[in-house]
């Protein structure tokens, strides 16, 4: 049976830092799972058209960090899509 948290996935912090972004969140549900970070910069894309950055799994405590070269483009979108 799968239990669906009562808050989402969600992105907490995006930062730039020496041409990294680095990307922070939480499951809200707890420790376990697995995520992905897909990007895009197309906001109005079918998520079947955005890239995947990473896949991973929840720390711990249901929480994820992902870091990435932030690429040449001047504007970039991220999603965080759970199984």
């Keep these: 049976m799968n239990v669906v948290?009562?808050?989402p996935p969600t992105i907490r912090t995006l930062s730039i830092s020496g041409g990294q972004v680095i990307i922070n969140g939480t499951n809200n549900a707890g420790a376990g799972g697995t995520y992905s970070v897909l990007t895009?910069?197309?906001l109005l894309a079918p998520l079947t058209n955005w890239v995947v950055l990473t896949n991973?799994?929840?720390?711990?405590?249901?929480?994820?960090?992902?870091?990435?070269?932030?690429?040449?483009?001047?504007?970039?979108?991220?999603?965080?899509?759970?199984?």
């Design 5 to 7: 948290p009562s808050v």
């Design 40 to 42: 895009s910069t197309n």
């Design 56 to 83: 991973s799994s929840f720390d711990g405590n249901g929480n994820f960090s992902s870091t990435n070269a932030t690429g040449t483009n001047g504007q970039q979108f991220y999603i965080l899509k759970v199984p």
